[in-house]
C-alpha cells in the first residue's frame, strides 16, 4: 500500500490549487503557474482502477467537453492539507547533493500531513518533497524531486530521489488548446537502495477544454495528453502509454489518467495494465474526508515500474483476513521466487517488495492466491 500512497501522494508535490476563475478556455503561462508558491493548500486524493469507466472519458476530445468523473469508482481515498514554499537556490536543501539540480531556478516545498481512517482508526503521516525546476519565459522543464519523510520538525530522512536528465519539458508557453511540444529525458529513480533508469520521450498536444465535473466541485480545465516511449536498451522498442492530465489555469493536474498501450498498436491494453485516477482539489472546494472503505473483492494489481531493474512493487487488495502466497514463475511455469510463502494477512491493502537481481531479463508471471482464489500477472524484468 505503501507505494500507492506514495503514486497518489507524489502528485500531492505538484499541488496548490487556486479557484478557478477562467474564462472558457483557460492559458497556462510563467505568471499562472508562478501563482501557486508560497500558499497554503487542502487536498483529497483518490485512486480508481475502473479501466471500462476511464476508457470511455479518455475518448472525450475537443472544445467545450464535460469530463465528468462522479460516477467513477474510487478504490481509496485520503485528505490532507499543507503549504509550498520556495527557495531561493539549491543551497541548503536535501537535493544539494545532486549536481543535476544546480541549474534549477525554482525549488520548492511542499510540506504535507496526510490523514486516513481504516476500520474506524485514523492514520496520520507526514512528508515533504521538494521540486527542482527551470521556469522561464519560454517554458517549465522539471529537473527532478526528493521524497522526504518527517523524524520529527527539524530532521527530515530522504525516501526517494527521481532525476529528470536533461528535464521533463511539462510546458512550452503559452499553453492554450491546439498547443504541442515533444521531450526527450532520462529518468532515474532512487527508492529503498534500488536504482533504475530509463529513458523517455514524449509527444504532448493540448487536445480538449471544457469543465471538469468531481463530487466536490466542477473546474475548467484543459486536456493534456502526453504520449509517452519507455525505451530500455533494446534498440528502437519501447513501451508506449498515454497519461491524460487535466489541469487548472496553474498547470497543476487536478485528474490523471494513465494507460498502456498494446505493443505495436495504437490500441488500449486493457487485459494487463492499469488505468488510474487521482483527483486532487483546491482548497475551496472543501472536500470532506473519504474514509477508508474495505475492498469489496480480493485483487492482484500491475506491478509497478514496470518493465524494472531491479525491484518493483506489487499491491493487492483482500476482502477478508487470508492465508496468501505470491510467487514467480517463469513462462515455462517454473517457480523461480517466493516472494510471501503462506502468511496470513489482514483484509485491506498490502503491497510486497520484489528483489529480482538474481533474475535474468525476460517476461515472468507473478501469482498470487489467497483464501482459495489464484489470480496471475505478468512483469517484465529488463537489465
Known amino acids: 500500500m505503501r507505494e500507492t500512497i506514495f503514486k497518489g501522494c507524489f502528485l500531492l508535490v505538484a499541488i496548490l490549487m487556486a479557484a478557478q476563475t477562467a474564462l472558457a478556455q483557460i492559458v497556462i503561462n510563467r505568471n499562472s503557474v508562478e501563482d501557486f508558491f508560497n500558499s497554503e493548500f487542502s487536498v483529497f486524493s483518490a485512486m480508481s482502477f475502473d479501466v471500462d469507466e476511464l476508457i470511455e472519458l479518455l475518448e472525450i476530445k475537443g472544445a467545450d467537453q464535460v469530463w465528468d468523473f462522479t460516477n467513477i469508482e474510487m478504490d481509496f481515498g485520503m485528505s490532507g492539507q499543507g503549504r509550498i514554499q520556495t527557495f531561493p537556490s539549491v543551497d541548503g536543501t536535501l537535493g544539494e547533493e545532486f549536481e543535476h539540480f544546480e541549474q534549477a531556478t525554482h525549488v520548492i516545498r511542499a ?8 476500520e474506524g482508526e485514523e492514520f496520520e503521516f507526514t512528508f515533504a518533497n521538494y521540486e ?15 521524497i522526504t519523510e518527517f523524524v520529527d520538525p527539524e530532521i527530515r530522512e530522504i525516501e526517494g530521489v527521481i532525476l529528470k536528465r536533461p528535464g521533463q519539458l511539462r510546458y512550452q508557453f503559452p499553453v492554450t488548446y491546439g498547443s504541442s511540444w515533444e521531450s526527450e529525458y532520462e529518468e532515474q529513480s532512487i527508492f529503498f537502495g534500488f536504482d533504475n533508469s530509463f529513458d523517455y520521450t514524449e509527444e504532448v498536444v493540448v487536445d480538449g477544454w471544457g469543465d471538469l465535473v468531481t463530487p466536490y466541485g466542477t473546474f475548467e480545465v484543459l486536456r493534456v495528453s502526453r504520449l509517452k516511449t519507455m525505451s530500455f536498451g533494446f534498440g528502437s522498442i519501447g513501451l508506449e502509454s498515454l497519461e491524460v492530465e487535466f489541469v487548472n489555469e496553474s498547470g497543476m493536474p487536478l485528474a490523471t489518467i494513465e494507460i498502456d498501450i498494446e505493443f505495436g498498436t ?19 472546494s472543501a472536500p ?68 529480482a537481481s538474481g533474475l535474468s531479463s525476460g517476461v515472468y508471471i507473478y501469482q498470487l492466491r489467497a483464501g482459495g482464489q489464484v489470480f496471475t500477472r505478468r512483469m517484465t524484468l529488463v537489465k
Open 288 to 355: 470532506q474526508d473519504l474514509a477508508m472503505e474495505l475492498p469489496e473483492r480480493a485483487t492482484l494489481h500491475q506491478n509497478y515500474p514496470n518493465p524494472f531493474n531491479p525491484s518493483t512493487q506489487i499491491s493487492y487488495e483482500l476482502a477478508e483476513a487470508s492465508v496468501v502466497s505470491l510467487d514467480i514463475y517463469s513462462l515455462t511455469g517454473t517457480r523461480v521466487l517466493s516472494v510471501i510463502d503462506n502468511s496470513y494477512q489482514s483484509a485491506g491493502t498490502h503491497t510486497a517488495t520484489v528483489d
Open 111 to 118: 510540506d504535507v500531513i496526510i490523514s486516513e481512517t481504516y
Open 266 to 284: 495504437d490500441q488500449f491494453d486493457t487485459e494487463y495494465a492499469e488505468a488510474s485516477l487521482s483527483l486532487i482539489l483546491s482548497e475551496t
Open 132 to 146: 527542482y525546476s527551470i521556469l522561464s519565459d519560454e517554458e517549465y522543464r522539471l529537473l527532478g524531486t526528493v
